[in-house]
Structures are given as C-alpha cells and as structure tokens.
Nanobody, 122 residues
Framework: VQLQAFGGGLVQAGGSLRLSCSAS????????MGWFCQAPGKEREFVAS????????LYADSVKGRFTISRDNAKNTVYLQMNSLKPEGTAVYYC????????????????WGQGTELTVSS
C-alpha cells in the first residue's frame, strides 16, 4: 500500500488542523493504521492508531482529549483532527500501516508515506 499524508501547515497555538492520509495499492480496509510525528533531532513518536474498522482507537497521553483519529474506508483515507494545538506539536506527521501488535511502536508499522509538516507558532 502507498500512503500519502497531507494537510499540514502553519497554525497558531490553540488552533486546529486536520491531517489526511490517502492510501492506494491494496485493500485499505484490512489494515489498522497509525499516525506518528517526528520533531527535528528527535525520534519518531506515536500519536494515534485506529483499527481496521475504526471501532478501536489509541492515543498518546500527550494528545488525549485534543486529537481524534478516524477513517473512511470508502475513501481509503485516515484522518487526524488536531485541536488545541501546542508549539511542542511542531513536527513532521506520518501515517503508516500497522503490521504487528503494540500499536504505539513505530517498528510495528510499514508502508510509511511521505510526511506532512506542521508548525505551531506560539
């Protein structure tokens, strides 16, 4: 599966933005998906994951209550709605397909798409 994340940009602290991840190349609805972010000089960090049907989600503690992951299998797209954004959220955001258990570990994902950059100004 090929993944492409888009929707990043520059937003003020406290603002909102929705990222999208478009999938192509195979049956998207079979796969659990995840969002990760990577700030300059830091390791890639887990943000959120969603099961193949959308009924189960998991969030990093840092984004709970502010971010919402969702998916539309008819459109082969996963979304990340981000509210109350903070400057520490500045990073490149990636989507990926989960292949193993532990949805919070990047090593359990593949098909990493090109990320989309988010900058949150203070």
């Amino acid at each position: 599966v090929q993944l492409q994340a888009f929707g990043g940009g520059l937003v003020q602290a406290g603002g909102s933005l929705r990222l999208s991840c478009s999938a192509s190349g195979r049956t998207f609805s079979d796969d659990a998906m995840g969002w990760f972010c990577q700030a300059p000089g830091k390791e890639r960090e887990f943000v959120a994951s969603i099961s193949w049907g959308g009924g189960s989600t998991l969030y990093a503690d840092s984004v709970k209550g502010r971010f919402t992951i969702s998916r539309d299998n008819a459109k082969n797209t996963v979304y990340l709605q981000m509210n109350s954004l903070k400057p520490e959220g500045t990073a490149v955001y990636y989507c990926a397909r989960k292949k193993q258990e532990r949805p919070d570990l990047a090593i359990n994902y593949d098909s990493w798409g090109q990320g989309t950059e988010l900058t949150v100004s203070s």
